[in-house]
Nanobody
Framework: QVQLVESGGGLVQPGGSLTLSCAASGSIFSISVMGWYRQAPGKQRELVATVSIDGRTDYTDSVKGRFTISRDGAKNTVYLNMNSLKPEDTAVYYC????????????WGQGTQVTVSS
């Protein structure tokens, strides 16, 4: 099992910045990919960004150039640095971990609210 603890959400004005963090514990030895998803009220959950164990990163088009995902192996933590925030970035952000144990297993954080409003 993998346990994920998220932090860093809050209220910011448009154009502001926030950094989310997600610390993993438990069976972390076979983690393959860590990433962030988000879900706004009335909308489907969408993938925001991922980082693999070998350092490859992927971003959804709407956040490219504004968000940066990074991973600290020593701390077993993934970060999402969000810059130039827009109102449409408002959502609950969920940390996700994929663990390769035979097949892939998915684990989710509890979610952290990000609100971008003037």
């Amino acid at each position: 099992q993998v346990q994920l603890v998220e932090s860093g959400g809050g209220l910011v004005q448009p154009g502001g910045s926030l950094t989310l963090s997600c610390a993993a514990s438990g069976s972390i030895f076979s983690i393959s990919v860590m990433g962030w998803y988000r879900q706004a009220p009335g909308k489907q959950r969408e993938l925001v960004a991922t980082v693999s164990i070998d350092g490859r990163t992927d971003y959804t088009d709407s956040v490219k150039g504004r968000f940066t995902i990074s991973r600290d192996g020593a701390k077993n933590t993934v970060y999402l640095n969000m810059n130039s925030l827009k109102p449409e970035d408002t959502a609950v952000y969920y940390c996700n971990v994929k663990r390769l144990a035979g097949g892939y297993l998915n684990y989710w954080g509890q979610g952290t609210q990000v609100t971008v409003s003037s």
